[in-house]
C-alpha cells in the first residue's frame, strides 16, 4: 500500500518540476528522444538497404521519401508539445519526437546530395548512430527512472 503512495508522490514531484520549469527537468526527456531516433534511424537504414526502391505512398509524379513523413510527425510532436503539459504527455511526445527525428535525419544525405554508395553517407551515419548512442547512455539513469514512474502497468 506504501508503494501506491511513493509512486503517486514521485509523479507529482514530476508534475511539479514540469510546472515550474526546474533547470535540468527535460534532460529526463532526452532519454525517450535519443531511443526512438536510434531504433527509428537504425530501423530506417536497415529497411532502405534491404529494399531500396520501397515507398509507402507512390505517386504520379514520383514518390515520397521517409524524410517527408518525419516532417510531418515533427511538426505534430511540436503541436502537442504546445498543447499537452503533463509528465505522461511529455514523455510520449519526447518519444514521437524522437520518431519523426529519426526518418528525417535517416535521409538527411538526400539534403546535402549524397548516395547510399557514397562512403561520406556510412561516416555520417556512423557519427549519427555514436551521437545518438551518446544521448541514450547519458540519459539512461535518468530517462529510466521517468519511465518507471510514468509506466501505467507497475
Do not use: C, Q
Not at 547510399?116 to 551515419?125: E, G, I, L, M
Amino acid at each position: 500500500m506504501f508503494g501506491i503512495f511513493s509512486k503517486i508522490t514521485r509523479k507529482n514531484i514530476i508534475r511539479e518540476k514540469i510546472e515550474r520549469s526546474e533547470a535540468g527537468l527535460y534532460f529526463y526527456l532526452v532519454f525517450p528522444i535519443a531511443f526512438a531516433f536510434l531504433l527509428t534511424f537504425i530501423g530506417a537504414r536497415i529497411f532502405s538497404l534491404l529494399a531500396p526502391n520501397s515507398y509507402l505512398i507512390g505517386l504520379a509524379v514520383g514518390h515520397v521519401h521517409h524524410y517527408v513523413y518525419g516532417f510531418f510527425v515533427l511538426a505534430v510532436s511540436g503541436y502537442l508539445a504546445l498543447i499537452f503539459n503533463g509528465p505522461r504527455a511529455k514523455y510520449l511526445i519526447a518519444l514521437l519526437h524522437g520518431f519523426g527525428l529519426g526518418l528525417a535525419f535517416d535521409e538527411f544525405a538526400f539534403w546535402i546530395k549524397l548516395t547510399d554508395t557514397d562512403p561520406a553517407r556510412w561516416n555520417y551515419d556512423g557519427f549519427l548512430i555514436i551521437m545518438g548512442l551518446f544521448f541514450f547512455i547519458a540519459s539512461a539513469k535518468k530517462g529510466v527512472k521517468m519511465l518507471k514512474v510514468l509506466w501505467p502497468f507497475g
